[in-house]
């Protein structure tokens, strides 16, 4: 059974992945984490600034050294489990935008990004190479902050969504272990019962008009995800399946 096994608390770091990913260079077992209370140069997906002002969020990032197998359906499992745990802690509806930002409404309130680190010679009967570790760093906004002002008009936060402040304890408690669980059911090899937790948490956002890039601008509707996590699109050509990147809502 997966459990985190190591907890390592900074008041300031430039990026808890950062830390972790040469904590993870070094050996360190999955199942360490890295959590701040602020980060300097917090990163987001795609080359973004992930804002993280002292105290107004959850910034964690844990070492895990997956199967190969578990490794499609990663960042989707891991996406579940953060909308539940803010949603089991402090009873704030929240929904998953593909493949895994947490949505309050119109806003985003977590986000996620997996960074992978170099191959290594697998210990599988077939011997191929499978990942060193994956850090996989977890960002929740928790209170109203002065963020720049692009992330201001697209963000928001658990405690300005409630209006009410929140346990923060209980909500990395709550995070820690429908992380474990989710994580689990894909090591266990029981990738359904993750998907259809992202399809039940992602009803409201299925059916919308959405737009893509690839190699230039594409429209469509979101109709699923299939089994290997790619979002399936209805267009005008037919149906589309979007592997990676982002979509936006239109
Ligand atoms: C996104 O763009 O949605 C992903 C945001 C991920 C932010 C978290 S905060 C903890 C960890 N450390 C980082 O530098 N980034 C991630």
Redesign the pocket.
Known sequence: MFSHQQFLWYSTVP????LAGALAERGAREGCAVI?EA?S??????G?V?S?PPGA?L???TILRPPTHALSLLTIAAGVAVADAIQRATGLDCQLKWPN?VYAGER?L????AEAGSMEEGDDADDSPRLRYVVL???INVMPAAHPADVAARATSIEGELGRGIDRGLLLTELLVSLSARYEELRGGHPQDVLSAWRARSASTLGRAVEWDAGGPRRGVADGIGDDGALLIRTEEGLERVISGEIRWT
């Not at 990026?15 to 950062?18: A, G, I, R």
């Not at 140069?41 to 795609?46: C, K, L, T």
């Open positions: 990026s808890t992945n950062d701040a980060q140069a917090g990163r987001g997906r795609h973004r992930w993280s969020g910034y964690i990032s930002d985003k977590a986000g996620l990004l760093g977890i960002g």
